[in-house]
């Protein structure tokens, strides 16, 4: 009798779902399914749906849940009331004498199995609708953690039963069509993963806000898991690539971001059962919780798990802080990305630019406005005004009914995978979590709008602000034979922009990650004794505490930031344009006063290629290539290709090859190729003689049209004259494609010209161009354009 309500997770499968619902199906099919491939599982055992039914048959509590429900749902009885009545006769019911029994039994047998004293247990509720490809149920039912002891044990095990009647696992349920009396209760114990003095988090097999597929984000914090999933913490995120994971000698690590990380749940300090939240040290605060290998362990179990589930995951995971070891501790379906279409999607454009207020982490993609609500407590939620922006600290599972009532939420705290996070994809609801202030600087009723539609940062703006969609389906864009690429500005829109079908990254601009990412000038980390100012030299060792060697700073995150940039385009090229800052520009990073010169022209100055090799600057393009190297080779992103701007003449281009190789970036080696910018009158004049240095050409036609019409092209008196159809500027590029194909080399345009006009974009087909990249918002407009052009060619 009593095999029927309890059930040891190595004897549990997929297929017992019904039995032990989701949660406990999927741990015991690790256990029994991956064990050897060295996914490590912490084991335990399910009291089975058979025992919440008996204990439910023999309380005759099966009535009342009929009538109370009824009630609530036809005759007006107020939520909170309806659960409270239910989750009170289920706290006051017996267990069946069978099931305690069965529970107690068990329980011993795991205490033998383990340290032979009564061990701390995990106890996680397990509803047999749970865990389904069309629903999360995250967090819909109780979990209870540190439980010791028999008499504890069987308490939870009522508290889990009663925990399908809260008030947002009613509501959840009715959402989501579910009856609530054919919905039964499993209950998981399982062994405690000592995390409290380790760490612990959550991963996902793909990227949760862009659906990419290929990547695992993991969020990771002190102490036990339940502050990343409720949100109640800002965690540190990790994201690595997964195609590359079959390469140990690889570290495809594209994202370390250090989270706050300012409380940790640990067990309760007086030494008893239960938990305590604890504020952690600094050391804490700033340190990664994961290094890189456990990073790479996790990820190479999420790819076993995967594969095994043949779906996307949402994985939780532990580290022993006694043992140092890894541990799975549930994995359940993905139920928001891998849902949507590949090739249908809304895109969301704020039309107009307003006072920035907060930013966080975009969850979404849209954009919407309305008016503040701030609820500082779920006992208020009932305050919440049906269509308002909602405003918290946190949110937990007792907030789900006001969220699908609200516009867009904001809260204070919580990373990509916490409940807010999640939830509001599930909701299809825009929001923006980790504000950090939101609860003390937006106030209730005033007008804001909620942008998630401008990368992973999610922005609130001062008013309502207008914005327009577009819908795409990336089925009806026709093939070109011209290669169409991507102009990309930084890692998080080349995640953006995934889904395109284009032949790669022609044109991302090394600059734009420095100054996001990097943020000082190269030369200051090398040469921090130059720098003037004590407040920026303050800056400087401030951002790149974490690292012995400033310069490693500079590396490691520029490195991460292009393998981010690089790895959503994999094995497609992703050409990198070497920096092209300006001494104005550069003059702005932290530390860059010290080490640029002031111009009168700064356009026609010290800028491109003739940097690279000059005292003043020759240290900081070491760091530049050794980044670029890293990527090829450490994170092995072999499709970065390499591009030089504004070589003036054939021998500066001989001297910045020669530096490169000096660095470790050849041409040739290890599939390097290099290209060259375009954009002087005498790269065109002189194309035969610079052809041999390089891969190929990429046509900036912005510069070209500034240098062959003497147009400065940031003047607002010539700006009517800066036009890259002139007849000049047109013939400066039909000749320098001829030439380029002469010499047997391939040649783009990477220039804003193709997506500004379409006669612009049908003459460089009708020149045999072999390839055009426009920026992402573009390529949809203009593809068709480009094809119609190939057509009306092959006609002719």
């Given at each position: 009798?009593?095999?029927?309500y309890?059930?040891w997770?190595?004897d549990i499968?997929?297929?017992d ?9 999927s ?11 060295g996914?490590?599982?912490p084991?335990g055992?399910?009291?089975?749906a058979?025992a ?8 005759g ?5 009929r ?6 749902r ?6 909170e ?26 329980y ?9 004293e009564?061990?701390a247990v ?7 609708a749970?865990?389904l490809p069309?629903a ?15 008499a504890?044990?069987?308490?939870a ?8 009647f ?7 349920r009715?959402l ?10 499993s209950?998981g114990?399982?062994?405690?993963v ?8 959550v ?5 949760t806000?862009s659906g990419f597929p290929?990547?695992?984000?993991i969020s990771?914090t002190w ?8 949100g ?14 079959a ?10 971001t250090v ?7 640990v067990?309760?300090?007086?030494g008893?059962?239960?938990?305590e939240?604890v504020d952690?040290?600094e ?5 990664l ?6 990073m790479?362990?996790?990820?190479r179990?999420?790819v ?5 589930y043949g ?5 939780e995971w532990a580290r022993d802080g006694?043992?140092?070891e ?17 090739t249908e999607?809304?895109?969301?454009h704020?039309?107009e630019?307003?006072?920035?207020l ?8 849209a954009?919407?406005?309305?008016e503040v609500c701030v609820?500082r ?8 005004r049906?269509g308002?922006?909602?405003?918290a ?6 907030w ?7 516009a ?6 919580g990373?990509?995978?916490s409940?807010?996070?999640i939830?509001?994809r599930e909701l299809?609801?825009p929001?923006?979590?980790?504000a950090?202030?939101a609860?003390k600087e ?7 709008t909620?942008s ?7 922005h ?6 207008r914005w ?7 089925e009806a864009?026709?093939e070109?034979r011209?290669h ?6 930084s890692?998080?829109?080349?995640f953006?922009?995934w889904?395109l ?5 022609g044109?991302a ?7 996001d990412v990097i943020k000082v000038?190269p030369m200051?980390?090398v ?12 800056q400087?060792?401030e951002?790149?505490a ?7 700073y ?18 497609r090229p992703?050409?990198?344009?070497l920096s092209?800052f300006?001494t104005?520009e ?6 860059g006063r010290?080490f640029e010169?002031?111009e009168?022209?700064p356009?026609?100055g010290f ?7 000059d ?7 070491e ?7 890293r ?14 701007p ?13 530096a490169m190789a000096?660095?470790g970036?050849?041409r ?8 060259m ?5 005498s ?7 610079f052809?041999?240095l ?15 019409l003497?147009?400065d092209?940031?003047?607002?008196i ?6 890259e159809?002139?007849?000049a500027?047109?013939r400066?590029?039909?000749d320098?494609i001829?030439?380029?194909?002469t ?10 010209g193709?997506s ?20 992402p918002?573009?390529v949809l407009?203009?593809?068709?354009v ?8 092959a006609?002719?």
């Amino acid at each position: 009798m009593e095999q029927s309500y309890i059930l040891w997770f190595e004897d549990i499968s997929l297929g017992d779902l019904p039995r032990v619902g989701g949660k406990n199906a999927s741990l015991g099919e690790m256990i029994g399914q991956l064990s050897e491939r060295g996914v490590r599982v912490p084991g335990g055992f399910a009291l089975t749906a058979d025992a919440y039914r008996l204990f439910v048959e023999e309380n005759g509590l099966e009535h009342r849940i009929r009538d109370t429900l009824r009630g609530f749902r036809e005759e007006g009885t107020p939520l909170e009331k309806a659960g409270q009545t239910l989750r009170r006769e289920f706290l006051e019911a017996s267990l069946p004498a069978p099931v305690e029994q069965a529970v107690t039994e068990a329980y011993r047998e795991l205490a033998r199995r383990s340290s032979g004293e009564a061990p701390a247990v995990a106890v996680r509720s397990s509803a047999t609708a749970e865990d389904l490809p069309e629903a999360s149920f995250a967090g819909q039912q109780e979990t209870f953690l540190n439980v010791v002891g028999e008499a504890a044990l069987l308490q939870a095990c009522r508290d889990c039963f009663a925990s399908l009647f809260t008030d947002r696992a009613i509501t959840y349920r009715a959402l989501k069509g579910f009856d609530d009396l054919q919905v039964a209760l499993s209950v998981g114990v399982q062994l405690m993963v000592r995390s409290d003095v380790g760490a612990s988090g959550v991963m996902f097999t793909l990227d949760t806000e862009s659906g990419f597929p290929d990547t695992t984000v993991i969020s990771a914090t002190w102490g036990l898991g339940e502050t990343v999933v409720q949100g109640t913490v800002d965690p540190d995120k990790y994201v690595v690539y997964k195609p590359l994971l079959a390469d140990e000698s690889l570290a495809p690590i594209i994202e370390r971001t250090v989270g706050a990380k300012k409380i940790k749940l640990v067990y309760d300090s007086g030494g008893g059962a239960g938990t305590e939240l604890v504020d952690t040290d600094e050391g804490e605060r700033t340190a990664l919780v994961l290094d890189d290998a456990e990073m790479l362990e996790l990820a190479r179990w999420s790819v076993i798990l995967e594969e095994h589930y043949g779906r996307p995951l949402d994985i939780e995971w532990a580290r022993d802080g006694l043992s140092g070891e890894l541990f799975v501790v549930q994995a359940r379906p993905e139920t928001v990305q891998s849902r949507r279409s590949a090739t249908e999607f809304t895109l969301y454009h704020l039309e107009e630019t307003g006072k920035r207020l907060l930013s966080g982490s975009a969850i979404g993609d849209a954009v919407t406005a309305g008016e503040v609500c701030v609820i500082r407590s779920v006992a208020d939620i009932g305050n919440f005004r049906d269509g308002a922006i909602l405003v918290a600290e946190m949110t937990d599972p007792d907030w789900g009914p006001v969220m699908k009532r609200a516009a867009g939420i904001i809260t204070d705290h919580g990373g990509p995978t916490s409940h807010a996070a999640i939830i509001s994809r599930e909701l299809g609801v825009p929001a923006i979590v980790g504000a950090g202030t939101a609860t003390k600087e937006l106030v209730d009723g005033q007008q804001i709008t909620l942008s998630c539609a401008e990368g992973e940062q999610g922005h609130v703006y001062e008013g309502k602000l207008r914005w327009s969609t577009e819908q795409v389906d990336l089925e009806a864009l026709p093939e070109t034979r011209t290669h169409v690429m991507v102009n990309v500005a930084s890692p998080a829109a080349a995640f953006r922009w995934w889904r395109l079908p284009v032949a790669g990254v022609g044109l991302a601009r090394l600059e734009f990650l420095i100054a996001d990412v990097i943020k000082v000038h190269p030369m200051a980390l090398v040469h921090p004794d130059r720098v003037e100012s004590a407040e920026e030299l303050a800056q400087v060792r401030e951002l790149t505490a974490g690292y012995a060697d400033p310069r490693e700073y500079f590396i490691d995150r520029l490195a991460t930031g292009l393998g981010k940039l690089c790895a959503p385009y994999y094995p497609r090229p992703v050409i990198v344009r070497l920096s092209d800052f300006k001494t104005n520009e550069y003059a702005h990073l932290l530390g860059g006063r010290a080490f640029e010169p002031v111009e009168e022209n700064p356009m026609l100055g010290f800028r491109g290629a003739s940097r690279y090799d000059d005292d003043r600057y020759r240290d900081g393009f070491e760091l530049e290539c050794l980044a670029l190297k890293r990527v090829r080779e450490k994170l092995g992103f072999t499709n970065l290709a390499v591009m030089v701007p504004f070589v003036r003449t054939v021998p500066e281009a001989e001297r910045v090859l020669a530096a490169m190789a000096a660095h470790g970036l050849v041409r040739g080696e290890n599939g390097l190729q290099l290209y060259m910018m375009c954009e002087v009158p005498s790269n065109v004049i002189l194309a035969e003689d610079f052809a041999p240095l390089f891969d190929g050409f990429s046509i900036g036609s912005n510069d070209l049209t500034q240098l062959t019409l003497g147009v400065d092209r940031d003047s607002e008196i010539l700006a009517s004259s800066f036009d890259e159809r002139d007849p000049a500027v047109t013939r400066m590029i039909a000749d320098v494609i001829a030439r380029a194909h002469t010499a047997g080399i391939t040649v783009g345009l990477c220039g804003q010209g193709p997506s500004n006009y379409p006669d612009f974009a049908a003459f460089l087909v009708e020149q045999g161009i072999d390839s055009m990249s426009l920026n992402p918002d573009s390529v949809l407009k203009t593809v068709p354009v480009i094809a119609e052009a190939e057509d009306a060619g092959a006609g002719g």
